[in-house]
C-alpha cells in the first residue's frame, strides 16, 4: 500500500516582518478571535496561522481565501465547507506553540499535527498524572530527570495528533489512548484502552528540529505512517 503524503508549512513570527497579508484575509469572526487574546505573541501567532491556513487552502483550492468557509466538527476540529465536489479534498490540522505555527495539509485523508517548545518549562510526571495513562506514566518515571521532558513532549505531541486526526474531543481520549515515548522513534507505536467505543486507525510519523527548540508529530487515519514534506514560510511567500 502505497503512503500518504503530508505537507507541513512551518513559519515563526520572527520570520515575519508583517501580518498584515494574514490578516486580511481573516473573517470577522476570527478577527475578533484573534482581538480576544490579552498577550501579543498569542494573538499575533493566531493571526499567522489563521491567516496562513486561509492563503494556502486560496491557492490549493484556486479560490478567494475569505470565501472559504470552515465548519466545525463537535470536537472542535475545523473542516472546509464542501459545496463544490469537484474541488479537491483537502484536510489540514493547524497547531501553534510560542512564536511556532505549523498547518499539515493531507489530501482525502484525516490528519492531525501538533508541535510543543522543548524549552518550555514543565512538570513532566505532575502532568502525567491527570493525562496520560498508567503505562506511559510509568515509563515516563524510567527516564532520567534531565531527559524526561523531551520524552513527556514526545508523547504529548503523539496523543495531541491522533486525538486531532481521529476529530476526538482531549478530554474523552487522553488517557484512554498510550503511545510510546521514545522521542527518536520515527513511527511509534498507539494503543487504545479496552473497552472504549471503536476508533478509526491511525498511524504516526514524528520529526523535531533541534536548533529550534521544536518537537512533533504527525498523525494520519490510515494504514501506513505518513511521509512529511515540509516547507518553510517566510514573508514574502505569498507576495
Given amino acids: 500500500m502505497k503512503r500518504l503524503e503530508v505537507e507541513v508549512l512551518r513559519a515563526q513570527l520572527g520570520d515575519i516582518g508583517d501580518l498584515s497579508p494574514y490578516e486580511r484575509v481573516l473573517t470577522p469572526e476570527e478577527t475578533a478571535r484573534a482581538n480576544g487574546y490579552k498577550l501579543s505573541e498569542p494573538r499575533r501567532v493566531f493571526v499567522l496561522a489563521r491567516g496562513l491556513l486561509r492563503l494556502e487552502l486560496g491557492k490549493r483550492l484556486r479560490c478567494d481565501p475569505g470565501e472559504i468557509h470552515l465548519d466545525l466538527r463537535p470536537s472542535g476540529k475545523p473542516d472546509i465547507r464542501r459545496t463544490d465536489p469537484d474541488r479537491p479534498d483537502w484536510r489540514f490540522s493547524v497547531s501553534h506553540t510560542g512564536p511556532h505555527a505549523a ?6 485523508t484525516d490528519v492531525g499535527l501538533d508541535i510543543e517548545r522543548l524549552d518550555r518549562t514543565v512538570e513532566p510526571l505532575a502532568i502525567a498524572k491527570r493525562y496520560f495513562t ?11 530527570d534531565d531527559q524526561r521532558p523531551r520524552a513527556f513532549f514526545a508523547g504529548w505531541t503523539r496523543k495531541e495528533a491522533i486525538v486531532k486526526a481521529r476529530g476526538s474531543t482531549m478530554a474523552e481520549s487522553l488517557t484512554t489512548l498510550s ?31 533541534g536548533a ?6 504527525v498523525a494520519l487515519v490510515s ?4 511521509r512529511l514534506r515540509f516547507r518553510v514560510v517566510n514573508g514574502a511567500a505569498f507576495d
Fill in 103 to 108: 498547518i499539515a495539509f493531507c489530501l482525502g
Fill in 134 to 144: 498508567p503505562v506511559e506514566l510509568a515509563a515516563l518515571k524510567t527516564w532520567p
Fill in 179 to 209: 503511545v510510546g515515548l521514545d522521542p527518536d522513534e520515527l513511527h511509534p507505536s498507539h494503543k487504545d484502552a479496552r473497552g472504549v467505543p471503536p476508533r478509526p486507525a491511525c498511524r504516526l510519523t514524528t520529526f523535531e528540529f
Fill in 223 to 226: 494504514a501506513q505512517p505518513p
Fill in 212 to 217: 529550534l527548540k521544536l518537537i512533533g508529530a
